[in-house]
C-alpha cells in the first residue's frame, strides 16, 4: 500500500536520488536550502512523493499551473520518477492522477507532459495522448 503526500523539505535528498533516473542533473547538497526556498515560494507549484508502509520516499511528481494571456490554466506535469525497486507497481498512474486532480481543482483546461519516447505507452495508459513535439535547449 503506498500513499500521497504533499512534498516537504525533508523529502528532498530522497527525492532528488530517484529523480536520477531520468536525468543526470544533480545540485549541490549545500544549494538546498536556497533551492527548497525557490520552490516552495512559487504559489503554481504542487508536488507530491509517494510513501510506503515504512514511509521511505518511493516516487515524486508534481505539476505547476500556468496563467494564460486569455486566462486560462493549463497545468504542466513534471519528474514523475518512482524508485527502480517499486515500479510496476501502480505509483506512477497514482501520482498522475493526482496530479491530474490538481488541475481540475485548479480549473486547468488543459494539461501536459514532455516524456521520453520510450515512456509514451505508460502515458497512454493514463489517458494522454500526443499533441505536437516538445523540443528542449540546454
Not at 6 to 35: C, F, G, W
Not at 65 to 84: C, L, Q
Not at 89 to 95: A, D, N, S, V, Y
Request: glycine share 8%; charged share 25%.
Amino acid at each position: 500500500m503506498f500513499s500521497l503526500v504533499e512534498v516537504k523539505k525533508n523529502h528532498m535528498t530522497a527525492v532528488i536520488e530517484i529523480l536520477q533516473s531520468i536525468s543526470d542533473y544533480r545540485p549541490d547538497e549545500k544549494d538546498y536550502d536556497q533551492i527548497w526556498g525557490d520552490l516552495q515560494s512559487q504559489t503554481n507549484f504542487f508536488g507530491l512523493v509517494a510513501l510506503n508502509e515504512r514511509v521511505d520516499v518511493v516516487g515524486y511528481g508534481s505539476i505547476f499551473i500556468e496563467r494564460k494571456i486569455r486566462g486560462g490554466k493549463m497545468g504542466h506535469i513534471e519528474d514523475i520518477a518512482v524508485h527502480p525497486d517499486f515500479r510496476k507497481k501502480g505509483i506512477g498512474k497514482l501520482l498522475i492522477n493526482a496530479l491530474y486532480q490538481i488541475s481540475q481543482e485548479e480549473k486547468c483546461y488543459k494539461v501536459s507532459l514532455a516524456c521520453k519516447e520510450h515512456n509514451l505507452p505508460f502515458y497512454q495508459k493514463c489517458d494522454f495522448v500526443i499533441g505536437g513535439l516538445s523540443l528542449s535547449k540546454f
